[in-house]
């Protein structure tokens, strides 16, 4: 079985190498050419965190892998999913905006919520009809990251459900549930209506 | 990206890839973040020598750097020997997704790392963060170099709750119980260590305590927590070093070399490790491990400033003990004058040692010059150990015992208390050890009672 996963990982991994010298390519034709390639630079992101999360997914439904923990910061974390979506959203003619970028640091696997995050606002962009916010809290239940749109809102709010249809949503809510204090484990929210009347989902992280 | 090219232009960049395509990506990245000088390197050795030689502001290196190297090693070896200020951002880079768990779990981390593909501006945010966060350490970069620990203390007590620190809060925890540590003060860092794990069970931090605990003596706490990680985090190398010193200290010479044995055969040409296996090798009494780690060192690690006196009297002893005189004589005799010159006083002492064993005629007037004082000096163990060795080859029976009941006054024994049974033992001196032994005991009976 592991070494199915060390075939694949170092399959998906090459693939990645790839992807960053396309990259480089565009950024290069940029440069020398003064062009503006957001959407080919977005392809290429877009496909190669495809598949770092389809891995994800396999390591996650085979029980292997664990969470990178580390303490990150919640304002960074933030910025960072709209500087990858930003140019994306906006060839889409929405508006992508972020609310409270504190510099609180919580104990998460950046990478992962990092991906589950983009997941979402791409998920975001492809219902909404003009918006999409960001916006995060913290409380005693722990770390809430929130994405809403003011699109039509999900057909079911039946995490399980959703959860069961595509691999963004199922890896969401795994990984939420694998970030725990103590007792405490992280969610997956579901909801519509909210602040732009939408979709909206919560990442619960204690 | 307009703003902060003006910084960018006047910093000195490496770029480290065996991959020359990748080379290339990474400089274009560099330079449309407006970075003006970027050097290369094709590896490890390389970028060993141009970090030597020209240090630069900023390191971008790829995990995998063939030949067996990684980019973790390299930042661990450029940290360890001080290569590399402080100041210095080093950046990962990696399309392995799998790097994040070595950086979750180890101590030694990269100021940060990011994974392939990504953007300049992506890259640029993540140094900003880095560069940023470096300016505000600068102060307590410096102290700590200074060795003025009670400075960059004041740093981290003025910061904790100041508004500049917020930022930085976990930083300056991290940074907090690591100088306590280099600082030697084991159960300040110990409670430092503690408060970072109030937050989150981080494996480092958990290794972090178990050393603190290890220092204070607390052996079999520092072990079963070293024992949870090295579980949990199998990939962590460094527990199994900390688990092995941890061994060693408490006189289990078997679990030691097992332990480093396993994970030094999944990281080969990491030397350091290497001379650790020497070291639980023959304390644990198999010099032939002993020798071929200490062999591989000699011949190897060429990489930072070489091997030294120490590694060279390391392969003597092993030999010694391992019964080759010959291969013993030939490699003491490599050890030159000019080298013994700048020695320490216990490698000087210890070459003494050893060389009265080889060729007795002619090495017993200066090791019984050098034994007469070598009491009253604080000379390290493993020497006192090579004093006792050579003093029971040449039948000195006053010395090794004086040397012998020094050691049992301290507690430092423990850590070789089967070594120096057995050199008594084939000697056929059991009963002189054992007097020595119980004459101790009697006298922290003693001493005990008194106070």
Request: aromatic share 6%; with cysteine.
């Amino acid at each position: 079985m592991h070494q199915i996963l060390d075939i694949i990982s170092s399959g998906i991994h090459d693939a990645k190498n790839q992807l960053f010298l396309a990259e480089s390519l565009i950024t290069q034709a940029e440069a020398e050419h003064g062009l503006k390639l957001d959407e080919a630079r977005f392809a290429i992101e877009h496909a190669a965190a495809r598949l770092s999360r389809l891995l994800t997914a396999y390591k996650l439904h085979r029980e292997v892998g664990q969470l990178s923990i580390d303490m990150v910061s919640v304002g960074d974390l933030i910025e960072e999913a709209v500087m990858i979506n930003a140019p994306h959203c906006r060839h889409l003619g929405l508006d992508l905006s972020s609310q409270n970028l504190e510099h609180k640091a919580w104990p998460l696997d950046r990478e992962l919520t990092l991906d589950i995050l983009s997941n979402a606002i791409q998920n975001a962009s492809r219902h909404a009809r003009s918006r999409i916010k960001i916006s995060t809290t913290t409380g005693d239940s722990g770390l809430t990251l929130r994405i809403e749109d003011d699109g039509p809102g999900y057909p079911s709010t039946d995490v399980e459900l959703m959860a069961s249809k595509g691999v963004g949503l199922y890896v969401a809510n795994e990984i939420a549930r694998q970030h725990h204090r103590g007792e405490r484990h992280g969610s997956l929210v579901l909801s519509n209506g909210g602040a732009l009347g939408g979709a909206v989902f919560e990442l619960l992280l204690p | 990206m307009t703003d902060g090219t003006e910084l960018y232009r006047k910093l000195r960049f490496l770029v480290i890839d065996d991959q020359p395509a990748a080379r290339q990506s990474l400089r274009i990245c560099a330079q449309a973040m407006g970075a003006f000088s970027v050097e290369f390197s094709s590896g490890y050795q390389d970028a060993i020598t141009r970090i030597r030689r020209n240090p630069p502001d900023v390191i971008l290196c790829d995990y995998m750097l063939g030949d067996d190297r990684s980019g973790q090693q390299l930042l661990e070896e450029l940290r360890r020997h001080e290569l590399l200020n402080d100041e210095a951002v080093f950046m990962m880079v990696t399309a392995e997704q799998s790097y994040e768990q070595v950086v979750a779990a180890v101590e030694l981390v990269p100021d940060d790392y990011i994974i392939k593909p990504f953007s300049p501006e992506r890259l640029k945010f993540r140094l900003d963060r880095a560069l940023q966060r470096k300016n505000f350490f600068r102060p307590f970069y410096v102290a700590k170099r200074e060795a003025n620990f009670d400075k960059a203390d004041a740093f981290i007590e003025t910061n904790r709750d100041s508004e500049a620190g917020q930022p930085y809060r976990f930083e300056l925890l991290r940074q907090n119980a690591e100088l306590k540590l280099a600082r030697g003060d084991a159960s300040a860092a110990e409670a430092a260590y503690e408060e970072i794990l109030e937050l989150h069970p981080f494996p480092w931090a958990r290794a972090g305590k178990a050393k603190s605990l290890m220092r204070q003596n607390r052996h079999n706490e520092a072990r079963k927590i070293v024992d949870s990680v090295i579980e949990s985090s199998p990939q962590y190398f460094d527990a199994f070093d900390l688990k092995t010193q941890i061994c060693i200290d408490m006189g289990d010479y078997e679990e030691a070399q097992q332990t480093v044995e396993a994970v030094s055969q999944r990281t080969r040409r990491n030397y350091v490790r290497k001379r650790l296996l020497a070291d639980a090798a023959l304390l644990n009494g198999d010099a032939t491990t002993a020798c071929s780690a200490m062999e591989d060192v000699l011949q190897n690690d060429v990489v930072i400033g070489g091997f030294s006196v120490s590694d060279r009297l390391m392969l003597v002893r092993s030999l010694i003990e391992a019964g080759d005189a010959l291969s013993a004589e030939q490699t003491i005799r490599k050890i030159t004058a000019v080298s013994l010159e700048t020695a320490t006083l216990n490698e000087k002492t210890s070459y003494q040692a050893l060389l009265v064993m080889l060729a007795p005629d002619e090495a017993r007037a200066r090791f019984n010059t050098l034994a007469q004082s070598c009491s009253e000096i604080g000379l390290d163990i493993t020497t006192q150990v090579d004093v006792i060795r050579a003093a029971l080859a040449l039948n000195d029976m006053e010395l090794a015992k004086c040397v012998t009941a020094a050691l049992f006054a301290s507690d430092e024994i423990r850590r070789v208390f089967k070594q120096v049974h057995l050199l008594y033992e084939t000697r056929g001196a059991e009963q002189e050890f054992r007097t020595l032994q119980r004459e101790a005991a009697l006298l922290k009976i003693g001493r005990k009672a008194a106070g």
